[in-house]
C-alpha cells in the first residue's frame, strides 16, 4: 500500500488485468485485450505455445513496460502510480537462467533481501529444500563461489535462487519452470523447494511440468497474444479445447 512519501508495499498480492492490450512496438500489438485477475494466494498457470505471449504477460506484471490501453492493479493501486523500484521488491522472480555471482552461498542467498541475517538466509534454506545440499559443500554456507556459481550443479544453482527467493519473502512471485533436464532425484528436491516457495503467495507461473499445472488454481491458454480459455485443469479438460489438446499430446510424450 502507499504511505505518505508515495512509497508501495504490495501487502496482499491481488493484481488484476483490464482490457490490457500491449506491442513492443505499440503499431503491432501483442497482447490483446486481456482481461484476467488473480486473489491473494492464487496459482496461476501460463501455458500456449511458443510466441503465443506467456513471457509478455510477466514482463508486464513486472512492468519492465508500460501498456498502451487498459489497467493493470496491484491490491487497488494503478501500475502506473507504483515505482518499479518499489514494485520489484514486492514481486519475487524466478527465471530459468540463474544469476550468481562471484561471492559466498551465504550472500548469494541474501542477495533476495540485503538485510536478511545470516539466520534468516538459513532459515530459507531450510524452507526450500537447499539446506542439504549446501551442507555437504566444502566450507558450507561460507563456500564462496567462483564466477557465476559453475563450481555446481544446475540444480543446485536453482535451489540457490529458490532460496533467494524466499528470503525475499514477496506476497506474490513470477516463476518461469526449468525446462533443462536435470536428474529425477534433483529434480523432485527442487520441485519440493518451488512447491514450499509458492505457499501462501500468488503466483504466475509459466509452467513446463503437467504436475505444476494440473494443481494450479487457474489456468490461462493463451494463443496469439489472447486468453482463449481459462479456468481449473479439470474443467478445461471437460471443454476438450486447446488445453486438452496440448495436455493429451504432451502425455503422450511421457
Ligand atoms: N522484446 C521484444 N520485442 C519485440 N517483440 C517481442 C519481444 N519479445 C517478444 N516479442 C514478440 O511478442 C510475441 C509474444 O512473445 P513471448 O515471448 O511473450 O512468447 P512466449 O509465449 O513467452 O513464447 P515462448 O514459449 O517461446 O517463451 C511474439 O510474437 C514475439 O516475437
Ligand atoms: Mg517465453
Known amino acids: 500500500m502507499t504511505s505518505a512519501d508515495g512509497r508501495y508495499t504490495m501487502l496482499r498480492g491481488d493484481v488484476r488485468f483490464t482490457n490490457v492490450t500491449f506491442g513492443y512496438n505499440p503499431d503491432k500489438p501483442v497482447l490483446h485485450d486481456i482481461t484476467w485477475f488473480a486473489k491473494p494466494g492464487q496459482k496461476i498457470a501460463l501455458v500456449g505455445a511458443t510466441g503465443a505471449g506467456k513471457t509478455t504477460v510477466t514482463n508486464l506484471i513486472n512492468r519492465f513496460y508500460d501498456i498502451q ?5 496491484y491490491d487497488g493501486i494503478d501500475v502506473k502510480n507504483i515505482r518499479k523500484a518499489d514494485l520489484r521488491s514486492s514481486l519475487g522472480i524466478v527465471l530459468q537462467d540463474v544469476n550468481l555471482f562471484t561471492g559466498t552461498v551465504m550472500d548469494n542467498i ?7 541475517t545470516d539466520e534468516e538466509c538459513i532459515e530459507a534454506a531450510k524452507l526450500t529444500n537447499a539446506d542439504g545440499f549446501i551442507r555437504m559443500l566444502p566450507d558450507g554456507y561460507q563456500t564462496v563461489l567462483k564466477g557465476d556459481g559453475s563450481g555446481l550443479s544446475q540444480g543446485q544453482r536453482q535451489l540457490i535462487s529458490i532460496a533467494r527467493a524466499a528470503v525475499a519473502d514477496p506476497p506474490a512471485m513470477i516463476l518461469d519452470e526449468a525446462t533443462s533436464s536435470i536428474d529425477t532425484r534433483t529434480e523432485e528436491v527442487v520441485q519440493a523447494g518451488m512447491d514450499a516457495l ?5 503466483v504466475f507461473v509459466i509452467a513446463h511440468r ?5 494443481n494450479s488454481d487457474v489456468i490461462m491458454v493463451l494463443d496469439h497474444g489472447r486468453i482463449i480459455e481459462r479456468g481449473s485443469h479439470d474443467e478445461l479438460i471437460a471443454l476438450g479445447g ?4 496440448l495436455y493429451t499430446g504432451a502425455v503422450e510424450l511421457e
Open 69 to 73: 490501453e487498459g489497467q493493470i492493479l
Open 110 to 116: 541474501r542477495y533476495g533481501r540485503l538485510d536478511a
Open 242 to 245: 486447446e488445453y486438452y489438446q
Open 210 to 214: 503437467l504436475s505444476t499445472v494440473r
Open 198 to 202: 509458492m505457499e501462501g503467495r500468488t
